[in-house]
């Protein structure tokens, strides 16, 4: 595979600037005159705001304004990409902790910092609900007022939305085995290194504004729409994010600091501390109750699933968390009868927005630890249990929906013979394997312009955010491989929207099928441009020319790009621009608005034993195999899989919001919450990929790197059983709560905790 | 004695007196001297970034727990959040800024990106200086010693495994 | 952070000046690992900075002085969990130095700083209990010496007063030898801070010391002169009663977020026998 080329594991484009500190992230951005801003918020999750006394802290030296709800367009604009439900700043009341209340911006940080601590915040705090029970019982205070919602008949209680997903006669189906349980999944906050930052500065008679922000296009949307501007007026520059995971896709703070600096005239920055992005964006919690039945051999009969989804105080995008991911909550796998109840539930917490993966991790958790159940009453393989009722290439598993686009059966195999699923287990050992998967994007809308210039060099324009999955290499590869052009030789232009043209957004693993389709496409019509060009300089039909791969091939002979566009260019010069879309149009009638362009599909296998002493799980060999259709780069896909399976360890093992009975977090920052470091890591970690390009991407591909995180807590509680002989139902598996689930085990009835006391283990227990 | 307690009146007048303490400080960055007048409650972090312009060295948690802000002082790798700026008076630092030569990478850079161990980026300059403290003190680490080295660097993006590599392959290309 | 006055005291006669003036408005600066989060989050307002690091007097440095470690008190930790001499004859105090965080952490770190510093879950008390230290303290009527079980008084407060700060830390080489070691718990493998810690040291008269920390208000030393505990040949089953009465006084917070005290009482026991058996290995083992 040569340097450059679609399928070769090139250096990433955009690295150089990251290993020497040149990369500009959005605090790294100098303006001039800016001023800089601070939060203030209270230490509670609700209240009603009394009154907000900003005398003191606009007496500070260099304070140029203190911003509160009062000194907003009346009544104070709300936003949000489902439901515009967020205000710009907290009106009357603040309904999750954290919620900003007033902003100060002043010349320097200490003049912001020392004038926040003076805003002086009169405050009654009101009884909140932070809990799922809490939040549905009907005497709960409610988190939205209904006036928010009108029309809506759920409007009175706390429940958002409602979802209904099935087929087939549940009720009338008859299995010889049903297994139903209950599984929790913890509030998860996304800790990016980078936390979140926002610039905005007037622009002429618009703005512009810089942000971290995965979809900087809905971004200009909203900004355009609250601030009454139209959207040639609105710049948005989106940095590279450092990280976003899904936290960084949807506007927070932008529209506030839009505000500041269009009311101070000058550029306003704000940028969050580590702790206050921990209050900003969470991953969806759930309690899921699974009730399967199968039959005698292992074949599911029916899936019951109703998956309670916590979501925060404003809806942002997690109300489609919800819906997109328990709609293939069944999982990849042929079930006769299915019922899907989902439920977006509000609370006064963090909002819950998108996070990798997407909802699915939570329901997976249930349904796949569920079959592992089954599997195990009925006296069956784990591995064929999957096997048995996984959906077949082609085979419609939700019935009417995009069929199952890979050969699913030979990631299981890959997982399975690389795991050594058959091969002796050491004492104290147990190994688990679960299957996850994931709907691609349902619609979608990416434009892209490549220019060919005079040299032969290229620039290609991707509206996309590369926060580190690699996007940017991505479409300099298919540029290169198309063009013929080495790869230093291609530059990427993103972030940028006056310069660079729409693209929907950046999530749902869809930029390399959908942008790489339109950088594809934008190819192409310079390839079909060339064409045109060689047919006049050669006098030839231009239907006896084809262009590819760098190479124009004449009736002939066959002749380098460059010869033809530098003789079809002439004594002007000038370059060549192309441009490429790639639609996949709304289907209404469709539960999600349209069908998946494809599926993420993952088979992760641990092996892993338990101290019995202390509960802590080692992870002594950790495999993951995701369907990838083709991979771009491999390097990158590899990168991505071993990324998200070590971020999967982290809620399976070690990650977990805490709230106090109040509602507020109890651990925010880095000491309290606990992430995966270098010696957290498995003894053994293997990634592999199954590549059979049947995917709707270029060359074959589908999109990746969220397989590898859906199924690794079921996985490893799998083999923790197996080892320990515990059941475990909610996450993350800390020592404490295993080593509780092991107390009880041994404490049960007399034949049971015979069976499962151990001889202490010698040593402690560690990773390697 | 007496001295003594004349020059700690005199520093105290002189200090309480004045809102915001100052200093003037000299410190090698990089390999060139500065003198700079800083505020001594803004910590070398601070300063590094806002006052010198050298935006590699990232800020997150500002509490010493995810090593983006690990700088070399005197050859240590060390979270310049949390070391104040005044005592660093003295001191000789190299920031990510430093590592390449003359606008060469160094062959600890190259590994990085060879190695695929740059994703998002954001934790790379913490991850380079630490692993440029590991090799300076051990050009032949083993797989532990790394981990080890680089315990108190988090990546979210996870991306340890390539970031190890690359580091037990500068090693080798630097021995 | 709020803004404050910075000192840089040469010698411990000012730095004792300085502190004997501001009292409690001056707060002492080391390696700054707690103190600059305490700045930050304000916790901790002082007027007054003193930075210990120009005051020659106060180390970095470990010295074998007759029969006795003296460690300066800007010595870092880092150096600590590095020093063949410590490693020789201390291990379990280079096994708590070597986990305090992370090489950055460790790097700044100081042994005096994590004891003043006075976190209950402190890696290093244990085994200073077990080693039986000595704190060094300078201050407005001169020097005076105190055994770090008086030193440690309570959370985050110690026995220093008006005008004091610790100028080094003895530990007295152990006679007869011993064979100790240091545990923790932890909630990952990573950096983390210790929900348990605990540290066990046995001698060739089977005398069992056994220091934890974490579960109450300041760790604890306990010893037990039976000889049972440090008896190779004794079962698990024979010790738990000593190892429970040794641990009567154990009071985990019940408000903890690290771990519940059911689970950190029961990890007493669990890690204490493993601690004091890597002590017996390593006494056998010379």
Excluded at chain 1, 219 to 244: E, N, S
Aim: glycine residues 10%; aromatic residues 4%.
């Amino acid at each position: 595979m040569s340097a450059g080329r679609v399928g070769s594991s090139s250096r990433r484009v955009g690295g150089v600037d990251r290993v020497t500190g040149r990369q500009t992230y959005v605090a790294d951005v100098r303006l001039d005159d800016v001023l800089e801003a601070r939060l203030v918020s209270l230490d509670c999750a609700r209240a009603r705001i009394v009154a907000i006394d900003t005398s003191e802290a606009r007496r500070v030296p260099g304070v140029r304004f203190v911003m509160t709800a009062a000194d907003l367009p009346q009544p104070v604009p709300r936003f949000g990409p489902q439901f515009q439900d967020r205000p710009v700043i907290a009106t009357g009341e603040t309904t999750y902790h954290g919620e900003p209340v007033a902003a100060v911006a002043a010349e320097t940080k200490d003049a912001a910092e020392a004038a926040a601590r003076l805003v002086r915040v009169e405050y009654e705090e009101l009884p909140a609900v932070s809990t799922l029970a809490a939040a549905l019982d009907p005497a709960a205070p409610l988190v939205q007022d209904p006036s928010l919602r009108p029309g809506d008949p759920l409007a009175t209680t706390n429940v958002l939305r409602e979802h209904r997903y099935g087929w087939g006669d549940v009720d009338a189906a008859t299995a010889d085995l049903v297994v139903e349980g209950s599984y929790a999944f913890p509030m998860i906050t996304h800790f990016a290194i980078e936390p979140h930052g926002f610039l905005a500065a007037p622009d002429g008679d618009g703005i512009v504004c810089w942000s971290s922000i995965q979809h900087p296009y809905l971004l200009q949307k909203m900004l355009a729409r609250i601030l009454g501007l139209p959207l040639a007026r609105v710049r948005v520059i989106a940095p590279d994010p450092g990280g976003g995971f899904g936290g960084k896709q949807n506007p927070k703070l932008e529209p506030l600091v839009a505000f500041m600096a269009l009311r101070l005239g000058r550029p306003v920055r704000l940028i969050l501390t580590l702790d206050q992005t921990f209050q900003a964006v969470r991953r969806t919690s759930t309690e899921v109750r699974v009730r399967s039945g199968f039959r005698r051999d292992g074949t599911l009969v029916f899936q019951d699933i109703a998956a309670d989804y916590l979501i925060g105080a404003y809806a942002d995008i997690a109300d489609r968390v919800v819906s997109k991911g328990s709609y293939p909550a069944c999982g990849p796998y042929r079930v006769p009868a299915a019922r899907i109840v989902a439920r977006a539930i509000l609370s006064n917490t963090t909002p819950a927005t998108a996070f990798r993966g997407f909802g699915n991790p939570q329901v997976n958790w249930a349904v796949e630890s569920t079959l592992d159940e089954g599997a195990r009453r009925l006296g069956l393989d784990p591995v064929e249990v999957r096997l048995r009722n996984l959906a077949r290439p082609g085979e419609a598993f939700i019935p009417g929906d995009t069929p199952a686009d890979g050969d699913w059966a030979e990631a299981v195999r890959r997982a399975a013979e690389r795991i050594g699923w058959r091969a002796p287990l050491p004492a104290g050992h147990g190994r688990g394997l679960a299957l996850g998967i994931k709907s691609g994007p349902t619609t979608g809308l990416s434009y892209s312009t490549v220019r060919l210039l005079a040299d032969g060099s290229v620039v290609v324009y991707a509206g996309t955010s590369d926060m580190g999955q690699g996007a940017r290499t991505v479409f300099a590869q298919i540029a290169a491989d198309e063009l013929g052009a080495p790869l230093e030789w291609v530059t990427v232009v993103m972030g940028d929207t006056a310069v660079v043209p729409y693209d929907q957004q950046t999530s749902a693993s869809r930029s390399t099928v959908l942008m790489g389709n339109a950088v594809l496409a934008a190819c192409r019509d310079v390839q079909s441009q060339l064409r045109s060009m060689a047919a006049r300089i050669h006098e030839v039909d231009p239907e006896a020319i084809a262009v590819e791969h760098g190479v124009v091939r004449l009736p002939d002979r066959e002749a380098p790009i460059l010869e033809v566009l530098k003789a079809g260019l002439g004594r002007l010069g000038g370059e060549l621009i192309g441009n490429g879309e790639s639609r996949k149009e709304d289907e209404p009638g469709h539960p999600l608005n349209g069908r998946p362009a494809f599926y993420e599909l993952n088979c992760t296998a641990v092996e892993a034993s338990v101290d019995p002493g202390t509960g802590e799980v080692t992870i002594h060999r950790h495999v993951t195999v995701s369907d990838v259709g083709r991979a771009i780069n491999p390097l990158q896909v590899r990168m991505q899989d071993e990324g998200a399976a070590i971020m999967g360890l982290g809620h399976t093992l070690m990650e977990h919001v805490i709230l106090d009975e109040t509602g507020r977090i109890r651990n925010l920052g880095a000491i309290d919450y606990r992430i995966p470091t270098s010696l957290d890591l498995p003894g053994e970690l293997v990634s592999d990929m199954v590549e059979n390009a049947d995917g709707p991407g270029p060359y074959g591909a589908k999109g990746m790197s969220e397989g590898a995180l859906l199924c690794v807590a079921p996985a490893v509680a799998a083999a923790v059983h197996q080892a320990a002989g515990v059941v475990i139902h909610d996450l993350p598996l800390a020592p404490e709560r295993v080593w509780q689930a092991l107390q009880e085990l041994r404490a049960g009835p007399p034949a049971e905790a015979e069976a499962a006391a151990e001889p202490e283990a010698v040593g402690a227990g560690g990773v390697r | 004695m007496t001295d003594t307690l004349e020059r700690l009146d005199a520093i105290e007048a002189a200090a309480i007196d004045a809102p915001t303490d100052h200093l003037s400080i000299e410190v090698t960055v990089n390999g060139r001297r500065r003198r700079l007048d800083v505020a001594v409650h803004h910590t070398l972090l601070d300063v590094l970034r806002d006052d010198l312009g050298l935006t590699g060295t990232k800020e997150c948690c500002d509490v010493g727990e995810c090593g983006a802000c690990t700088v070399l002082v005197d050859g240590r790798a060390m979270n310049a959040c949390l070391i104040l700026a005044v005592e660093a008076d003295g001191a000789v630092v190299t920031t990510v800024e430093g590592l390449a030569d003359d606008g060469r990478l160094s062959a600890l850079q190259a590994a990085f990106l060879d190695a695929g161990a740059v994703q998002c980026g954001f934790c790379i300059p913490g991850q380079l200086m630490a692993a440029r403290a590991l090799l300076d003190r051990e050009p032949d680490p083993t797989v532990a010693d790394v981990h080890a080295a680089l315990a108190g660097n988090l990546c979210r993006c996870a991306g340890y495994e390539q970031i190890t590599e690359a580091v037990l392959a500068a090693a080798e290309a630097e021995r | 952070m709020r803004p404050f006055v910075y000192a840089r005291p040469a010698t411990v006669a000012e730095a004792v000046g300085l502190l004997a003036i501001h009292g409690s408005e001056a707060r002492l600066l080391a390696g700054g690992t707690d103190l600059v989060i305490g700045l930050r989050d304000d916790s901790a307002r002082p007027r007054v900075v003193v930075d210990l690091k120009r005051i020659p007097e106060l180390g970095p440095g470990i010295r074998l002085v007759g029969d006795r470690l003296v460690i300066g008190a800007r010595t870092v930790m880092a150096d600590i969990a590095a020093d063949p001499v410590v490693r020789r004859h201390w291990i379990a105090l280079a096994e708590a130095a070597d986990v305090v965080g992370s090489v950055q952490i460790r790097n700044r770190a100081t042994l005096a700083g994590n004891i003043c510093h006075g976190s209950p879950a402190a890696d290093t008390a244990p085994p200073l209990l077990v080693y039986d230290a000595t704190v060094v303290v300078a201050g407005p009527d001169g020097t005076r010496r105190l055994a770090i079980d008086d030193f440690i008084v309570g959370p985050h407060r110690t026995a220093l007063g008006l005008g004091e700060l610790v100028t080094a830390i003895e530990l007295p080489v152990p006679e007869p030898p011993v064979g100790a070691a240091y545990t923790r718990l932890t909630r990952r493998h990573g950096t983390d801070l210790a929900s348990v810690t605990l540290c066990g040291s046995v001698d060739r008269a089977g005398v069992t010391r056994l220091a934890y920390g974490s579960v109450g208000p300041r760790a604890r030393l306990v010893i037990d002169r039976t000889g049972l505990l440090a008896d190779p040949t004794a079962d698990d089953a024979a010790k738990a009663p000593i190892l429970d009465a040794m641990f009567a006084e154990a009071s985990p917070s019940p408000r903890s977020m690290r771990a519940g005290p059911a689970y950190r009482l029961a990890m007493l026991r669990v890690l204490g026998a493993r601690a004091i058996r890597t002590a017996i290995e390593r006494l056998g083992e010379g």
